[in-house]
């Protein structure tokens, strides 16, 4: 690892200077379970003191929604990244706050317990996978940049799975969904959707275009995402032999069906259901984990230039208020440090999710909400197996109205389909 600092531009108003980065010189045998570039958002996160010294947020809080990453546009959906507060719009139902706990199994310190697990049929047939086993309920912990839904126990969880589902998975994706199951060529994928009941927490239900997708993965050597529509991947990570005891994680999939606030003011997070939409309600949060609405402004107005911050996060702007005490994070002040949310969740997600996902909301304040619904789930979306080839297609390709608009956003546009057999290197993800 090689450390150096450089200037980290959050958005047009907030750049941090001299910050402190690593630059990995090698591999960090992570395989693809994790990526090789990553900001620290724990408890002595080098990024969320300097944002709460120079008082661009209230409080040492992120949160997130990780977005839909479906086969098809209507199951496609930016993802969101704040600091200092929460999406309220991406918010169902109420919260379910607890305690931080320290655990060796859970480096995040996200620790739940899960109820149930219940497979919902299409033919309106609920089935548990948990809750009649003789082992029960079971722990897991949230790490949101883990590559897949849930690692979930073969026995006897998955081979319980397999029997309600009337198929055996043998064979583990090595893209973005790394290490997750592949169906084989003429089977059945699973058409219905998915309920993780979380205890004393909400049961969060996840709908079968984020459980059951096309693989995908990152070509060579442009770095394209690329779908193969003839393997149906299921973005649960089996866990059996020398991982048979291993605790369950609930990673970035589990997360488009959830939403996650951490707190590391009050050693607390806050898990709700997820309500996918595409329109924005930011708010801030103080360290006590209370939603902060009454706001003072800065006794000085941001000059051209300021607004930087040192590596320590030593800030002018807004440090002190007109009777010498420490002035309130204004509104505009908070959101301006979320902009840099999508953009900044390729950094703690994955490199590749700013392509894939993530548009930087320069002007998040000043303009309206976009006027986007919940997308339509299909729940007869279906992905055939047994094709041969596919034609390669760049975005470029898709049409001059669509050379400047991300993957996700091709109207009638699936993201590039590319054969299985193109494929004979092992790779790594970069998310």
């Known amino acids: 690892m090689e450390f150096f600092t450089d200037v980290l531009h959050i958005n047009k108003n907030i750049t941090l200077d001299t910050f402190p980065m690593g630059g990995p010189l090698e591999d960090w045998s992570q395989q693809g379970y994790h990526p090789m570039m990553a900001i620290g958002l724990g408890d002595n996160s080098t990024l969320l003191n300097a944002l709460k010294a120079g008082n661009y947020i209230a409080s040492r809080v992120w949160s997130t929604f990780y977005g839909w990453t479906g086969g098809d546009s209507n ?16 918010v169902s139902g109420e919260g379910h706050t607890q305690d931080l706990i320290d655990d060796a199994r859970c480096p995040t310190r996200m ?25 029960g309920s079971f722990d897991a912990c949230i790490v949101p940049d883990y590559p897949v839904l849930m690692t979930l126990a073969y026995d006897p969880y998955m081979a319980a799975f397999e029997y309600y589902t009337n198929v055996s998975l043998t064979q583990r994706s090595t893209g973005l969904a ?3 199951l592949l169906y084989n060529d003429g089977d059945e994928p699973y058409r219905g959707d998915m309920t993780i009941d979380i205890r004393d927490g909400p049961a969060v239900r996840v709908p079968n275009s984020q459980l059951v997708v096309p693989e995908q993965y990152i070509a060579d050597p442009n770095g394209q995402l690329m779908a193969n529509y003839s393997r149906s991947n299921l973005v649960i990570n089996s866990l ?114 700013l392509y894939r996902r993530g548009r930087a909301k320069a002007n998040a304040v000043a303009r309206s909400a976009p006027s986007i619904d919940t997308p339509a789930y299909r729940n007869t979306m279906s992905y055939q197996g047994g094709a041969s080839s596919y034609i390669h297609k760049s975005v470029s390709e898709m049409g001059d109205g669509n050379i400047n608009r991300g993957p996700n956003e091709l109207d009638g546009v699936t993201i590039d389909q590319l054969s299985q057999t193109a494929r004979t290197e092992r790779r790594y993800e970069l998310g």
């Open 111 to 135: 620790l739940v317990v899960i109820d149930d697990i219940v497979l919902h049929f299409p033919n309106g047939t609920d089935v548990s996978i948990v809750a009649e086993k003789p082992n």
């Open 75 to 90: 199951t496609q959906l930016d993802g969101t990244f704040v600091f200092g507060g929460y999406d309220r719009a991406k």
């Open 178 to 180: 790394y290490f997750s």
């Open 240 to 353: 059996q032999d020398v991982n048979a005891n291993d605790i369950t994680q609930l990673g970035r999939q589990f997360l488009s069906s959830a939403y996650v606030m951490l707190n590391q003011d009050s050693g607390k997070f806050t898990l709700w259901s997820a309500n996918p939409t595409g329109v924005e309600d930011l708010v801030a949060v103080d360290e006590k984990g209370q939603d902060a609405t009454d706001w003072c402004e800065a006794s000085t107005a941001p000059t051209p230039g300021a607004g930087a911050l040192d590596g320590a996060g030593a800030s002018q702007v807004g440090k002190s208020s007109s009777n010498g005490a420490d002035a309130q994070v204004s509104p505009g002040a908070i959101a301006g440090a979320v902009v840099g949310g999508v953009a900044f969740l390729a950094f703690v997600i994955g490199g590749l999710l």
